[in-house]
């Protein structure tokens, strides 16, 4: 027989089998993390429907209930994505200073410009000037 638990983990997983196939042909994920979710799904899927599958882990590892080890497993699964999540942030912050510290460098190596004075018409140098011109050429076109 079986109980309204079992059907909303049936329901779950075919949710999120039905989730990661649409990233999956939306190129979000590759073939392989495709294979993941998608085994993960069916694992949870099969174990709702057939949770007498798990007595023998919970028996070698002497807990009491099955979701005692659910429970085990749901942390160790969060603590590890928080650690994986925290190694992606930490590698892209460090790659984003290594970008400013090099453009920083090369800005500093380009010859400095008063952004506070004035240009003559005749100077088409230097930032200010070049971005007047784009602001009047982005005018004049529209007007056209």
């Keep these: 027989m079986v109980l309204g638990v079992q059907v909303f983990g049936i329901v779950f997983g075919a949710f999120m089998l039905y989730m990661s196939f649409l990233q999956w042909k939306k190129k979000e ?4 993390e495709w294979a993941f979710w998608s085994l993960f799904a069916l694992s949870f ?3 709702s429907l057939f949770p007498d599958v798990i007595n023998p ?3 070698a590892l002497r807990l009491e209930r099955k979701l005692d080890l659910f429970i085990i ?3 160790m699964f969060l603590i590890a994505a928080t650690f994986y999540s925290y190694r992606v942030v930490r590698k892209t912050q460090k790659g984003l200073e290594e970008l400013v510290r090099q453009l920083a ?3 500093a ?5 008063d952004l506070f ?3 003559s018409r005749a100077s088409t140098t230097g930032p200010v000037v070049q ?3 784009g602001e009047v050429n982005q005018k004049t076109q529209r007007k056209k």
């Design 117 to 119: 004075k004035k240009p």
């Design 73 to 75: 497993l749901g942390f």
């Design 29 to 32: 994920f590759t073939i392989n």
């Design 109 to 113: 190596q380009e010859p400095q410009h």
């Design 57 to 59: 882990i919970t028996a």
């Design 45 to 47: 899927s099969a174990i």
């Design 105 to 107: 460098l090369e800005r």
């Design 131 to 133: 971005r007047r011109r």
